[in-house]
């Protein structure tokens, strides 16, 4: 990106209190922000060519109790990927939509919705979009135990044909607890 | 003594000896030509395929010019009512089973299905995923897997030509575990879609249409679909009353 062009960014930032942002590769800006001065940015942006809502990323952050959402907007005409980086508290795990800005955001919010249970004040439609014979907790949270829910639901387990048998006696079979447990560190 | 006596309207297989009759029977004339049946069945295979998993790209060249399936008289089929094989190309997640169950309940019997590598198995590498289910013979009957992940178009080859021998020799009769225990395939899909599961298609009164109907095709879970029985109820048009005015003189 051209020098010009971080300066138009950088003029764009000014504006707005408590923002930090670096270039961290070729067309890619890391911006990291308050999550009450998203949507003002986002506004200010939008007016300045960036006017692709790419994605939205949601990470779930359990060490420090909070979501952190990330907003990717593409300019076209600068070439430039901005990534804004909020972060929100877990509990209530509220945000507002960002659907008034940039419309294709009604179906990111929509599945954040459904996989983390986040919920946006504003958003259209917040109906379960992908998963919708599911009846759990949001399955993306890292608190899911996903492993211990498949030996719960599924019962796949009891599949015993005779040639697995002929493998157990054999000495093959599962590995060990133990065994496994390194496996998964690994 | 006995009273025997010759119904007038005989079951195919009545027997009027001294012996009882084995249900599974068949009469020699019934063997000729069912043998015959299974000889053309085998021969002239539509086929459907799910191609929700990776299985879909070892279809093209299985079906088109490098393998052609056509060869073995099999063919794709648009809908699942003129299908005879459903073929379920890899994994399956809680949504696509659904739609598997409502394709597979759609097709005329008798009707088979191959299941694609390990995830239709045991999950395969998506063992420990929460969104797809792991053996596919706890909802629908299967009749073949091919091993691999993802098998080759010659393990799909040679699948199929096996599937022609089973169905050739009349080995292949999944399609009527369905019926004869479909209380317990309703089980499983009531376990994972919650009670309120249920297809248009009235499975038990089609198992009495095949004679297939036994004390495991009825039970507790069944007895759930009964409430969505007027949903799909035939309308009774000899109560509708017409309008005076529509009536011609």
Redesign the interface.
């Known amino acids: 990106m051209s020098e010009q062009a971080i300066d138009k960014l950088s003029s764009v930032f000014r504006e707005v209190p408590n923002v930090q942002f670096k270039q961290t590769h070729a067309r890619r800006t890391e911006v990291k922000l308050r999550a009450d001065t998203l949507p003002a940015i986002l506004a200010l942006l939008k007016g300045r060519s960036y006017i692709h809502l790419s994605a939205i990323s949601c990470i779930d952050r359990p060490e420090f109790d909070e979501f952190e959402l990330v907003y990717h907007i593409w300019s076209h005409e600068e070439k430039n990927l901005i990534s804004a980086h909020i972060k929100i508290p877990k509990k209530p795990g509220e945000f507002v939509s960002v659907h008034d800005i940039y419309t294709p955001a009604a179906y990111f919010e929509r599945d954040i919705h459904e996989m983390f249970g986040v919920k946006f004040e504003g958003a259209p439609n917040l109906k379960p979009f992908v998963l919708t014979e599911w009846q759990g907790p949001p399955p993306m949270l890292k608190s899911f135990d996903t492993e211990k829910y498949v030996q719960d639901t599924y019962d796949w387990l009891d599949y015993q044909p005779q040639w697995w048998k002929e493998v157990q006696e054999k000495g093959g079979g599962y590995a060990p607890e133990d065994r496994r447990a390194v496996i998964m560190e690994d | 003594m006995v009273d025997k006596t010759i119904p007038i309207h005989a079951d195919s297989n009545t027997d009027v000896t001294c012996r009882n009759i084995d249900k599974e029977e068949r009469t020699l004339w019934r063997k000729v030509i069912d043998r015959i049946a299974d000889h053309c069945r085998a021969r002239s295979l539509f086929v459907l395929h799910y191609c929700t998993g990776c299985g879909a790209i070892e279809l093209p060249p299985a079906i088109t010019s490098r393998f052609d399936s056509e060869r073995l008289g099999m063919q794709p089929m648009v809908s699942p009512r003129q299908a005879d094989l459903l073929l379920i190309t890899g994994y399956l997640s ?2 696509t089973l ?1 739609r598997v169950i409502l394709s597979y309940e759609q097709m005329q019997s008798p009707k088979y299905v191959i299941g694609f590598g390990s995830c239709t198995i ?2 395969g590498m998506y ?5 797809t ?3 596919l013979e ?1 909802y629908i009957p299967v009749d073949l897997y091919i091993a691999g992940c993802m098998p080759r178009p010659e393990a799909v080859q040679q699948s199929f030509i096996k599937l022609m021998e089973q169905i050739d020799n009349g080995e292949a009769n999944a399609w009527k575990d369905y019926y004869r225990n479909y209380d317990r395939y309703l089980a499983k899909q009531q ?4 009670d309120e599961w249920h297809t248009h298609v009235d499975v038990v009164a089609e198992a009495e249409h095949y004679q297939l109907l036994t004390e495991q095709t009825t039970g507790q879970h069944t007895k759930l679909l009964e409430k969505f029985a007027n949903q799909y109820a035939m309308h009774d048009f000899s109560t509708v009353q017409i309008p005076e005015e529509e009536k011609v003189e």
């Open positions: 809680v949504k659904k045991n999950g063992w420990n995923s929460y969104a289910i792991k053996r706890a376990a994972l879609f919650g």
